[in-house]
């Protein structure tokens, strides 16, 4: 047990102004050993010592690759006060006011959010157990997922993470039992849990995390329902309509990952979402912001379905990656269902169209990338969304031309920013995933392996590194014997994933698939293989 530290504020002693050491410890105003090239303090702390010459302007700048970050297009709210940190442990304060001035930026995403620069911002002025996992996050190198074994500044500083991240658990069970907890805090905690757990690659507590803040989400809108029909009794304040959105986003990776929830779920999910679409489309979209709304609540809408066609298939209770193995809409009412939801994705890009047109005119220079990556999750969602068709004559040949556009934007977008990073957002890996393992499009699958093995990148819970070897190996076994004059991967050569182990502490994986016989109708062969990723 740690000890408990005071609430009495304190405050420092007034000290003189440091006069000798380097820059960073003169404006933290410590004491600088003046260790060469760089003082053994400054590594303590995890921060980048800037040395004895000339001040630069950034007091702590993030070690690795040059920053690329979007201009924020509203104001942070103020950070809390100093006073709130322990004065004995500098640390927290200094990682605290690194995920304020640079990590929220890298989590906001490429339009920028306020859930990341004011939801929990102000929870963090409110709840000790939110600032631990808010200073827990700020003190990870984003751009390092794996760092090396001699780096002593890394280690001190996830070290040193997992304490904080610790104190967050502790502090929101604690908070839990000991008075009504309120619905923000409690979803900002789950959303940072499951930030802190998909940057180690600990996709089943992940997992576990966002499908908690979906539930309790859920339960929050249907007590507040109950309530509001009762006229004596208080209403429930709504969630934050920006809580709202990061969930949406974190369900769609999620449960593209793999969900075991009960297929009458995803059908009442399903018909939310689609009532939700067919209302709310526009004629055009005059901003990003509600096009990605409708995208995200369409994408939902396909996914819903076709979870509901893998229960109804007897595969309940299963958590298998989605796009490996959900079953395809083989009765005529999942049939009818995927044909509106198709039909809904092209009406999206057709409202969307005069956006993304004067998105890559020289008016639009501003909005280009965002523009740019709603198209590639739009293709994205739309093949995926295809591929659960009545039968692989439906869609398998027939999208070649969106598949070689995802390929081609993900290259323009990856130019554009910095894929070797850590990130909750939805980019490249998902989208290039649906190309490479649903479709068997040689030419696009040799780019998607290529581009993923160069990356260092995870999105939440999908690894780049991951899904390019899972779709090397099953190009391998799929493609042997194959002549240059095959565009796909013949129909009765195709292989499933039947078995996916990952072992995330050793970065391996066990993948098993059964591999059709080509010329032999109804024969296949077990392949198996075990991967490091």
């Not at 440091?18 to 820059?23: D, E, I, P």
């Not at 003190?139 to 090396?148: E, F, G, S, W």
Request: aromatic fraction near 8%.
């Amino acid at each position: 047990m740690e000890k408990q530290v005071a609430t009495i504020p304190r405050t420092r002693a007034s000290a003189p102004r440091v006069r000798t050491g380097c820059k960073t410890c003169k404006i933290r105003r410590v004491k600088c050993d003046e260790g060469k090239p760089s003082c053994n303090r400054c590594i303590k702390f995890g921060a980048t010592c800037d040395g004895y010459g000339a001040r630069k302007p950034n007091v702590l700048p993030p070690a690795g690759p040059r920053m690329l970050v979007p201009r924020a297009t509203f104001p942070l709210v103020a950070k809390p006060s100093q006073n709130l940190f322990d004065l004995d442990n500098p640390e927290e304060w200094t990682y605290f006011q690194r995920f304020c001035s640079y990590t929220v930026q890298r989590l906001s995403g490429l339009r920028g959010s306020e859930f990341w620069c004011r939801v929990v911002l102000q929870a963090t002025q409110v709840e000790p157990s939110i600032r631990h996992a808010a200073t827990a996050i700020g003190a990870l190198d984003l751009n390092v997922l794996t760092p090396t074994r001699d780096d002593e500044a890394i280690k001190f500083r996830r070290q040193f993470a997992y304490k904080e991240y610790q104190k967050a658990i502790v502090g929101i069970r604690k908070t839990l039992s000991e008075k009504d907890c309120d619905i923000t805090t409690r979803l900002v905690a789950c959303i940072l849990f499951a930030c802190f757990e998909a940057y180690h690659g600990n996709s089943a507590t992940a997992l576990g995390q966002i499908f908690s803040g979906i539930e309790m989400m859920e339960a929050h809108n249907k007590k507040r329902k109950e309530k509001g029909s009762t006229s004596n009794a208080p209403r429930l304040a709504p969630v934050d309509s920006e809580l709202v959105q990061v969930f949406t986003l974190l369900e769609i990776q999620a449960t593209a990952w793999g969900d075991s929830r009960p297929g009458e779920l995803h059908l009442e999910r399903m018909y939310n979402c689609a009532e939700a679409v067919e209302n709310g489309l526009p004629l055009e979209f005059t901003g990003t912001k509600h096009a990605v709304v409708m995208l995200r609540l369409n994408m939902l809408w396909g996914i819903h379905l076709r979870f509901a066609q893998m229960n109804l298939a007897g595969h309940e209770g299963k958590v298998v990656p989605s796009f490996i193995g959900l079953a395809s809409c083989a009765n005529d009412p999942a049939a009818h269902q995927l044909n509106r939801c198709l039909a809904s994705f092209k009406s999206w890009a057709a409202a969307f169209e005069p956006l993304y047109r004067k998105a890559r005119s020289t008016s639009g220079e501003r909005i280009f990338e965002s523009a740019t990556q709603l198209r590639m999750n739009y293709l994205g969602s739309l093949v995926w969304v295809a591929s659960g068709s009545q039968s692989i004559g439906m869609y398998y040949r027939r999208y070649t031309k969106e598949l070689k556009e995802i390929v081609e934007l993900s290259k323009v977008l990856i130019d554009m920013s910095d894929s070797q990073t850590f990130s909750m957002e939805m980019r490249f890996v998902l989208p290039l995933a649906v190309v490479g393992l649903n479709y068997r499009h040689r030419a696009s699958r040799q780019e998607c392996i290529k581009i993923l093995a160069a990356m260092s990148r995870r999105e939440a819970i999908w690894d780049a590194s991951m899904m390019g070897r899972i779709m090397k190996f099953q190009a391998e076994i799929e493609e042997e014997g194959l002549g240059d004059d095959e565009e796909y991967v013949p129909e009765d050569g195709m292989s499933t994933i039947v078995h996916l182990k990952v072992d995330e502490r050793l970065r391996t994986m066990f993948v098993a698939c059964s591999l059709d016989i080509r010329g032999h109708p109804g024969e296949s062969v077990m392949k198996q293989t075990e991967l490091i990723w």
